[in-house]
């Protein structure tokens, strides 16, 4: 008997399903990110019959087709999936047949069905594609997109008025495709296309060939501005202009968007989006919405656009934000209002997840960088959509009452429950100075682990990036390099983090050398670096994250790695011990001004960090284990063995008090310093 894993038809048919998904999720042309669905239907051995069984293979719930595996695949069993027509209880009750696929998987059926399954089931061929491309969704959300696909396609593709996904749209399209036997596929109103062929070459080149001759007749059959004529003052700025109007902008629009809940932002100044705010047409259109049922709830409904042009000053684009943030509020509750029933899922925030501001860009949000990034992409995908629509005929999506039915589907609802809890920092995005190695390092490294993206900042650009690549992908930890004594690069960074995360809400002060010297031999140039760095550095670092934390409104963290030498005396440490002693006051006054900003000043006193320490390596290191008359190696060992509880204290130590003191915990405390130093009676507080 042969097992299904050496069935030759069957691994074929799954491995040439995985291809072929990859080629077309990898062209966004073709499909939004985790946008569509595949599958392939072949024979394998039943390894309880030994007989031949038919399965389907299609993409399973989630995921994208770019990188889909086997194991993003669900398998069902094709007779019993069939089968479910003749138990199907009508439309009204068709979300429980998801639950019925259930009981047609084969073996442990893989990835969980999708809302899906039914049409790639149903319709009689052995490959088929369901895509959202913004070619075929131009013709799906145009007002006569019916005869457009006609006149485009012939009798090759058949128009689907729009019904939302599930299993009466699988039988209606199993009946167009039985009906139609010439026809390569259809266009589904409102949503998107789905495409078929006997063999995975077939189904590919008839996806391909629907998209690309949407496409091409959009580029020949297009109005010349199908945005309408460039409305004075609202054209994109100069790029560093926008950049720097996007970042005095993105702190307080991020606030906004987190008035329910904390967001991580995205800005995009892509031409795409430029444009679209450039012409006269783009407040009917943005205020139309979105259509693809994959968009709403990454995008809501529709987004905030500022209506100001370019040459607005930031304090008027505030003030007008700020308005338009009361009445995006008001507008998107009376949606919910308008079209919950009783069973609906309960409001899920008001605020916009997409906000256009005119000459500067999008700022997207979401709870992490990814969804962010992705509700972003899907604005520029609706953009693309609603030019081809406009641009052959007018953009008629898919009205409210449906859009909510999406938005507030039981099956979403119920995929949205069974997300695993957010981690303790989501949404919170970390600034952490110095960070490229050591104490610094490791704090990027902890807050990333519990969920918060984080800015690395040091002085070498490399070592900073190399720091944040280790930490995570670029939805994870961005480097940029920043001399903290330096004003303009602090203010250079800050904005930075607002640009790459939509804001800071942690601002970890690390930066910092160490120079052991006598009183004597303190050079003038050796105090002032070591005051630059960390007294002024730090001042400078909290004063502009201050503005951000501010303009947020979100309340937020400043932490200080100051040094059990704030308040240890010592000999040959004057410079070093003076600028942390300053820093730990900063921490005092800046709790006490703070305070009422909702943002916690507090400090961490390390001692005896060797291990991983650049301040220990260069030089500090050999001489302090010189003045304690051990080798240099041992200086960990004989640090551990000065403190009250013998342990030696590693850059994770110090990492993990940073978490406790910005962690959901500690919501109370502020102008406190926490001790991390095993132990060390003479540097006890008091
Ligand atoms: N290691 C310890 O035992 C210990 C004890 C008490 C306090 N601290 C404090 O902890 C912090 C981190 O120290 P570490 O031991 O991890 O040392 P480290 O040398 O490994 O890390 C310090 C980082 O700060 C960066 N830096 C230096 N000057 C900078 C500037 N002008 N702008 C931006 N970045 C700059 C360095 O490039 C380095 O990556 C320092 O403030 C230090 O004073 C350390
Ligand atoms: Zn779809």
Redesign the pocket.
Known sequence: MTSPQSSPQGSSAAAELIARSNRLGSDPKNTNYAGGNTSAKGTETDPVTGEPVELLWVKGSGGDLGTLKESGLAVLRLDRMRALVGVYPGLEREDEMVAAFDYCLHGKGGAAPSIDTAMHGLVDAAHVDHLHPDSGIAIATAKDGQELTATIFGDQVVWVPWRRPGFQLGLDIAEIKEKNPQARGCILGGHGITAWGDTSAEAEEASLWIIDTAAAHIAEHSKAEPFGPPLEGYGALPAEERRARAAALGATIRGLASTDRAMVGHFTDADVVLDFLAASEHPRLAELGTSCPDHFLRTKVKPLVLDLPASATIEESIARLKELHVAYREDYQGYYDRNAVADSPAIRGADPLVVLVPGVGMFSYGKDKQTARVAGEFYVNAINVMRGAEGLSTYAPIDEAEKFRIEYWALEEAKLQRMPKPKPLAGRIALV??????????TATKLAAEGACVVV????LA?AQAAAAEIGGSDVAVGVA?????ES?VQAMVDAAVLAFGGVDLVV??????LSKSLLETTEADWDLQH???AK?SFLVSKAAARVLIDQGMGGDVIY?????SVFAGPNNIA?SAT?AD?AHQVRLLAAELGEHGVKVNG???????A???????G?GANRAAVYGVEEKDLGKF?AQRTILKRE?L?EH?ANAVFVLCGPDMTHTTGLHVPV?AGVAAAFLR
């Open positions: 100075t110095g960070a490229a190695g050591g104490i610094g390092k490791a900042a040091d002085l070498d070592r920043a001399d903290v004594s330096q690069a002060n690390n930066a910092g050398l160490s630059n760095v960390m550095g790695i100051s040094s059990k030498n070093y942390k820093q961490v006193n390390p001692d005896g960090v060797v991983g320490s650049g301040i220990f390596a260069s500090w640090y204290v850059p110090i130093d």
